[in-house]
């Protein structure tokens, strides 16, 4: 069974300063991974997606996310924040769940918090 | 409408009541999914729906019901629900049920059971 782990519940940062948010999976087998960011009264919607390739990949609004498969990590980066960025961040791994589907697995989610 | 929309957004209910949750999407997707978003948990994947067909059930207890009546509506019939239900449900549609698929989600539905 896959899981994800989200290391910082929480995580302030000034404006203009970069972040970086942590994630950390376990799978037996090949997975695919995903970051998510979720507004106040929004849905989920997808930043970027790893499925293979190159393993620096880059999402909308200026993210981007390294795999490294042997550290099985997949953080988070923004080299300059801005308040709109403020907002819960959510890590993901999919992979085969059996009876033929596949399942998206999320961690607890990371709050950014962005300072004027 | 675009996308992936709920109805409604807010719903309190008895634990006696029968309610029910609504989910249509616009994307012309196969794959529909229920999701339950509760505080300091991560999201739980209730149910996956694909052309239709129910190819999920994470062990749900039987007070939650899907529907799938075709492949751009999804409801979830909820009766004699507990206190511990209230939380967020998040619907979600992909175009298909398959491991590199984007999941698009809606605004979601805030329940709270009384």
């Known amino acids: 069974a896959q899981s994800v782990t989200q290391l910082d519940s929480q995580v302030p940062v000034f404006e203009e300063a970069p972040v970086e948010l942590r994630c950390n999976y376990s799978s037996s087998v090949s997975v695919y991974l995903f970051w998510y960011v979720q507004y106040p009264n929004q849905g989920l919607q997808l930043l970027l997606k790893y499925l293979s390739g190159s393993t620096l990949v880059k999402g909308i609004n200026g993210f981007e996310a390294e795999f490294n498969k042997s550290q099985t990590s997949f953080h988070l980066r923004k080299p300059s924040v801005h308040i709109s960025d403020t907002a819960e961040y959510f890590c993901?791994?999919?992979?085969?769940?059996?009876?033929?589907?596949?399942?998206?697995?999320f961690g607890k989610g990371t709050k950014l918090s962005v300072i004027p | 409408e675009t996308g992936v929309t709920q109805t409604p957004r807010h719903l309190v209910m008895g634990m006696t009541n029968k309610k029910s949750l609504k989910c249509e999407q616009h994307l012309g997707h196969n794959a529909m999914y229920w999701y339950k978003q509760s505080a300091k948990k991560p999201l739980e994947l209730m149910f996956v729906y694909s052309l239709e067909e129910r190819v999920e059930n994470n062990s749900v207890p039987s007070r939650f019901s899907p529907e799938c009546p075709n492949s751009s509506h999804l409801f979830l019939h909820l009766h004699t629900l507990q206190p511990e239900d209230s939380a967020l449900y998040l619907c979600?549609?992909?175009?298909?049920?398959?491991?590199?698929?984007?999941?698009?989600f809606g605004p979601g539905t805030r329940l709270t059971v009384l």
């Open positions: 979600a549609s992909s175009q298909d049920s398959g491991a590199q698929d984007t999941q698009y």
């Open positions: 993901a791994v999919s992979a085969y769940s059996g009876a033929g589907s596949y399942q998206l697995t």
